[in-house]
């Protein structure tokens, strides 16, 4: 089996992205030494109608999101976790600049996310990360069951 040694999973809020996130806890512990980079884009196609404070209100709660999730991480045993916060396309970002600036081998992504319009009209976040990926990508669909012992 393949060692990952830098796993990028991008969560946007959702559902399905906390899914992803917590099966990239899993898959970091099992590939020792191997880096956990957190990354949410903020669309900034979302944002061109509103004012200021819009776009800094969505950088504040992505700063508190992988917060929270990087100390939990760290918490169940991750040894390296870093968090990035980006604006841009996501669809473009995460495969491109952002799984470069990684050193990405895996990208974990929740199958779905928050924009349903924009899936709808252009075809989902995961859709265009298994398309254009040049590592591994890990689409989650479900939450993370763990056995019964």
């Known amino acids: 089996m393949d060692h990952y040694k830098s796993i990028l999973v991008a969560v946007d809020g959702s559902k399905e992205a906390e899914y992803a996130f917590r099966k990239s ?6 590939n020792k030494n191997s880096v956990l980079t957190i990354i949410n884009i903020i669309n900034t196609r979302s944002f061109e109608a509103y004012d200021r404070s819009v776009v800094e209100r969505a950088q504040k ?3 508190e999101l992988l917060n929270g999730y990087k ?3 760290e918490y169940e045993g991750v040894k390296t976790v ?5 604006y841009g396309s996501p669809k473009t970002m995460i495969t491109g600049e952002m799984a470069n600036l990684a050193k990405a081998d895996l990208i974990m992504c929740g199958a779905t ?3 349903a319009v ?7 976040v995961s859709e265009a990360i298994v398309r254009s990926a040049n590592c591994d990508v890990l689409v989650i669909r479900r939450p993370v ?3 019964v012992k």
Do not use: M, Y
Not at 82 to 86: A, D, G, H, N, S
């Open 25 to 30: 806890i899993d898959v970091a512990k099992r």
């Open 61 to 63: 709660s992505a700063e």
């Open 71 to 73: 100390s939990q991480a």
């Open 82 to 86: 870093k968090v990035i916060i980006e």
């Open 113 to 115: 996310g928050l924009n």
């Open 118 to 124: 924009e899936r709808f009209l252009t075809g989902s």
């Open 145 to 147: 069951l763990h056995a």
